[in-house]
């Protein structure tokens, strides 16, 4: 565990983390409150975000949870109110959240001829539905909360957006068309976001994660005997360290991109995190 780098001190910071119920996210809150800020856990599982707000306390921190959908201005405005009234205006918002849906995921890898007939969910039968689902809530999941409390940021010095891309923003993943579409928008939406708020204070960046096991993931990385699948083999093979990352190798990143004495003039990048992924061709 990191507990903070380049002595990145953010007591008195209000920070609020979207999906902060989910495993990474939950473990950003973490840093944050450990490096002092006051952390908002937002999620709409209201429980889990309850329960990592608990914990956080446990450990002598402040942390409170809100129940949240990132999809629905309305709510996210009343959340960002509600933030305001008990810790203050934010200074630091983690848009987190965000994630997959098997609607919108092919069974192969590969088209085949053939496909289109079989039993198997091929391109052709990807859900539009579900596709539309995945870009919502990884680009509105962003966009939306980035209205609702950038709002507060606007004029006040050393403000921080970080945002989270993914690997498949870089190179697009085999049977997540949607998903590795809406990373990309986030890497793109990050520069956007930096570019427009360069004069006002607010510094916008992103985090890459490679490959980490997490409970969103598990299926497409281990069978249910605990086995790993095929593809875990192929992502392991293409990460030149050979292993997933673990969840605390975040950290770092996370508190240099909000130090405002260490990255200060750093804005508009989207950092991987990724054991070497995307350095390597695979020859």
């Known amino acids: 565990m990191i507990k903070n780098v380049l002595n990145t001190d953010l007591t008195n910071k209000v920070a609020v983390v979207t999906g902060a119920g989910g495993v990474l996210c939950s473990a950003f809150a973490k840093t944050l409150a450990r490096a002092g800020a006051k952390v908002a856990l937002l999620d709409l599982n209201e429980d889990a975000a309850k329960e990592f707000a608990a914990e956080i306390v446990a450990e002598g921190g402040i942390a409170k949870a809100y129940k949240c959908n990132v999809l629905d201005k309305a709510i996210c405005e009343g959340v960002a109110a509600e933030v305001e009234k008990d810790f203050g205006s934010c200074d630091i918002l983690?848009?987190?959240?965000?994630?997959?849906n098997p609607r919108a995921t092919t069974d192969k890898e590969y088209f085949e001829i053939g496909d289109i007939d079989a039993d198997t969910k091929s391109f052709f039968d990807l859900d539009a539905d579900g596709v539309s689902f995945v870009f919502n809530l990884n680009f509105l999941g962003t966009l939306i909360p980035?209205?609702?409390?950038?709002?507060?940021?606007?004029?006040?010095e050393g403000c921080n957006i970080i945002n989270i891309s993914s690997m498949n923003a870089f190179t697009p993943l085999t049977k997540i068309p949607a998903y590795s579409g809406a990373k990309a928008a986030i890497s793109n939406f990050t520069q956007w976001l930096a570019v427009h708020f360069s004069g006002v204070g607010i510094r916008v960046n992103a985090i890459a994660p490679g490959f980490f096991s997490t409970k969103q993931n598990a299926k497409l990385l281990?069978?249910?005997?605990?086995?790993?699948?095929?593809?875990?083999?192929?992502?392991?093979?293409?990460?030149?360290?050979?292993?997933?990352?673990?969840?605390?190798?975040l950290d770092g990143s996370l508190l240099f991109l909000l130090n405002n004495d260490a990255a200060g003039f750093i804005t508009g990048v989207v950092l991987p995190v990724d054991g070497g992924f995307s350095a390597y061709s695979g020859v």
Do not use: S, W
Request: hydrophobic share 35%; charged share 20%; aromatic share 6%.
């Open 94 to 100: 983690i848009n987190g959240a965000g994630g997959n």
């Open 222 to 249: 281990f069978n249910d005997d605990g086995t790993p699948t095929a593809r875990t083999g192929k992502i392991l093979a293409a990460t030149p360290m050979g292993r997933f990352g673990k969840a605390e190798e």
């Open 146 to 156: 980035t209205q609702c409390f950038a709002k507060q940021m606007v004029g006040k």
